[in-house]
Every structure is written in C-alpha cells, then in structure tokens.
C-alpha cells in the first residue's frame, strides 16, 4: 500500500449522491432518501418503466425540472480546481460520477475526463435507434426521436437496476494505473461502485473517503474525513494541494 510521502501521479475520484445533497438534490438510501418515498422497482428498472411509462417520465420530469434551479457548491468547486491543478502539473485526473446531475461540470469539471456511470438527466435517449440527445424538457410517450423519427421509444438516459452502468472499461482502466483513489459521498453498498475501492487497494492506490458519515465500506479505507461536503471537500483538497502540487 502507497504511504502518504510517496508520488501521487494518477487520481481517480467517485462521487455519489452526497455531494448534491447541499445543491437541494435528494439522496437515495438515507433514511429520507428518494427510494424511502418512491417504489424503486416502479421508477428505476426496465420493468416499471415498460409498465407505466407515463409515471416513470413524470418522475424523471420532476428531477429535470429541479436540475434547471440546482447550483454547485464549494465542494463540487473543490473537485474541479483539483482537476485543473492537477493536470496543470501534467497528471491524470479522472472523475467518475454515480449522479446523474450536470453540477460538476456547472462547477468547471472537464467532460474529458468525467464519466457518468449512471446515466445523465439533461440527456434522453431513443430506445429504438440508441440515440441520445441533449435535453431539459419533459418527455412523454408521444416524444419523437429526432434522428429515426420514431414514437413511444423516448426515455431517461439513465442507468435503471439490472442495466449495465456506462463507461466500465474506462473507469477499470483509470483504476488500474490510480495512485490515489478519493470515495466522496458515497453509500458503500451499490455495485459496482462499492468495489471501486477495493480494485484501488489490489494495485496499492492509497483511499480517501470524504463523507457526511461512514460509509458501509468505510473502513477499508486508509483516510477518511466526514462532514458536508462543501466544508470538507475544500479544505482537504487545499492540504493535500499544498503537500503535492509540486
């Protein structure tokens, strides 16, 4: 395992729900998370979804609705001035997010070096032809795609349960040359994110995990600092940019 003293050259960090908690977007597995108050398997699996489409779009409706309002905090800022500081220096830098917000790149994160694993809202996607478009109006079943010009396909582009999350080539890859791998906001028990760490541990990347409380898998951790994320986020990146950023 890498000690604190030795060279830092590639950083991977994962965000979860946590962190737009404070930007007024809700979490999904605390006791008041959103899978408290709505049936998942209605509103997140290709099964609700082929059932009652109508309620899963107004669903997804809302949250699109609520994005349009949403702002990065201090903590979403502290991720992407650690991007640039960072490849400033000429390393590597990757971002991967559990959250289907656009608040990191509100915030100034490159989107060359983030992937959505889950999906993202400000986008849909054609079930039919696969494509996806830009988008922060509300769909329904009688949308149109824009490229096959068919109806009754559209959908959230977003990753339901029982669907492959995106881009796990990229985020395996990313792992397996990490120095550092930095856990922010995170439950601990969704896979295959959860298990990120533990890819990090096997190559010998020191963890981080910077959370409002411990998570599930906490303890596999090597440092672990908890608080909100627009107090801790800035104030770690700052230190650990004062002792590496040379």
């Known amino acids: 395992r ?5 060279t830092i050259h590639s950083i991977v960090v994962l965000t979860g729900a946590g962190i737009s908690a404070e930007s007024g977007l809700g979490t999904f597995r605390d006791k008041d998370g959103i899978w408290t108050r709505y049936p ?12 009652d489409p109508e309620f899963v779009h107004g669903f997804y409706n809302d949250r699109r609705a609520a994005l349009k309002t949403a702002r990065p905090h201090a903590g979403h800022k ?17 971002l991967v997010t559990q959250n289907v917000d656009n608040l990191h ?6 989107s060359d070096r983030l992937i959505h694993m889950h999906g993202e809202l400000a986008r849909v996607r054609c079930g039919l032809c696969e494509t996806i478009t830009d988008c922060m109006e509300s769909i329904s079943t009688s949308s149109v795609c824009s490229k096959c010009g068919k109806t009754g396909f559209m959908r959230p582009h977003v990753v339901w349960f029982g669907e492959i999350p995106l881009g796990m080539e990229e985020i395996t890859e990313a792992l397996s040359s990490a120095d550092m791998f930095i856990s922010v906001g995170t439950s601990g028990n969704v896979y ?9 541990r096997t190559i010998g990347a020191r963890t981080v995990e910077l959370n409002l409380e411990p998570s599930e898998n906490a303890y596999v951790f090597d440092e672990t600092h908890y608080g909100v994320a627009s107090e801790i986020l800035p104030r770690w990146v700052d230190n650990f940019l004062s002792q590496n950023a040379n």
């Not at 790149?105 to 490159?110: D, L, M």
């Open 2 to 6: 890498k000690e604190c003293d030795m």
């Open 192 to 200: 295959p994110a959860a298990g990120f760490v533990d890819m990090a």
């Open 105 to 110: 790149e509100q915030a100034g994160s490159a």
């Open 40 to 51: 998942l398997e209605d509103l997140a699996t290709p099964e609700g979804f082929a059932r």
């Open 78 to 94: 502290a991720i992407a001035h650690l991007e640039k500081e960072w490849c400033r220096l000429g390393r590597t830098f990757t």
